[in-house]
């Protein structure tokens, strides 16, 4: 019987949880930057346990599923195989563990042009929060690349995360027009991603910011982009936290590792962004977020095991 419920758990998995990979790797960041670095590591391990699990997964597909593997690979949803891959490599940098990182680079910059296209080849009207994920991947990118670039003093990728930056403000922007904004009060979790599509862009902004690359206009462009996504960003959290109060949504689905992941992301990013754009009240800010981001990630694991346990 245990066997049965495991083997109909692997193959319920859905793309979308590549989320809670996300979720535990920006969670580990946030904590690598306050200091808390037992916590940090143990949620790196968690992280990167999960990210192996969904590799052997994706690959599975891929080789013994193409037709699975197809229809999934055209909703966004499909895109935290990539966002997921950037944020981990990102916390493996940090790490000190560049050529894992690199190669982590590699694999996703390898994934996203085929599942990108496929993705807005199928976009409509009125779309779930996960929309924004076509902006997470590409910003994920330019996260990882500029702190590769940071790490290694390779110029290129500094200019390949600028491009990717750039980018990924346009596919925001579409994103957005196709948004449906009912989303906000009735969404099961990925509704989150709107506005932490824009904290992942705040920090790669930051990390921009901070690279002696970038000089005069460029750089003060792109510290106050920076602040402005923070500050949008900063706003969807009151908008969507004051939504969740007026229309509480309880029930574990497992898009809400989609929320887990921007209160992460937003606590994260605030703590990067304060000291390249000298805002230094973003770091308090940053460090209170977190909290509230390790919190949500402990209830939404709870919900997910009494989940299993019901099965």
Same mark, same amino acid.
């Given at each position: 019987m245990r066997v049965c419920v495991g083997a109909r758990w692997w193959a319920e998995l859905s793309p979308a949880a590549g989320a809670a990979v996300m979720a535990a790797g920006i969670i580990s960041a946030g904590l690598h930057l306050i200091g808390r670095s037992a916590l940090s590591l143990a949620a790196l391990a968690v992280s990167a346990a999960l990210w192996l699990v969904l590799a052997a997964d994706f690959t599975a597909r891929l080789v013994g599923d193409r037709r699975r593997f197809r229809a999934e690979a055209d909703t966004p949803a499909a895109l935290t195989a990539v966002a997921a891959t950037t944020v981990l490599g990102a916390r493996l940098s940090l790490l000190g563990w560049q050529a894992v990182a690199a190669a982590l680079l590699a694999l996703a910059a390898a994934l996203w042009p085929g599942l990108l296209l496929a993705v807005l080849r199928h976009w409509g009207r009125r779309m779930p929060g996960a929309a924004f994920l076509v902006c997470v991947a590409t910003q994920g990118l330019a996260v990882l690349a500029g702190t590769l670039a940071g790490a290694t003093g390779h110029d290129w990728l500094g200019r390949a995360a600028l491009a990717a930056f750039c980018l990924g403000l346009l596919l925001y922007a579409e994103a957005l027009l196709r948004f449906d904004f009912r989303e906000v009060v009735s969404g099961a979790g990925d509704h989150w991603v709107a506005g932490g599509a824009l904290s992942i862009t705040a920090l790669a902004g930051a990390g921009l910011t +901070? !690279?002696? *690359?970038? %000089?005069? $206009?460029?750089?003060? /462009?792109? $510290?106050?982009? %920076?602040?402005?996504? *923070? /500050? @949008? !960003?900063?706003?969807?959290? +009151?908008?969507? @936290?004051? +939504?969740?109060?007026? &229309?509480? $949504?309880?029930?574990?689905?497992?898009? &809400?590792?989609s929320s887990v992941f921007p209160l992460g992301m937003t606590a994260t990013a605030c703590l990067s962004a304060a000291r390249p754009t000298g805002v230094q009240w973003l770091r308090p800010l940053g460090e209170l977020l977190l909290w509230v981001a390790v919190g949500a990630w402990v209830l939404t694991f709870v919900a997910f095991v009494a989940t299993r346990a019901d099965d």
């Open positions: +901070a !690279s002696p *690359l970038w %000089t005069g $206009r460029v750089h003060t /462009g792109l $510290r106050t982009a %920076t602040l402005v996504a *923070l /500050g @949008l !960003s900063l706003a969807w959290y +009151a908008v969507l @936290l004051a +939504a969740e109060v007026f &229309r509480p $949504r309880p029930r574990y689905d497992i898009r &809400r590792w």
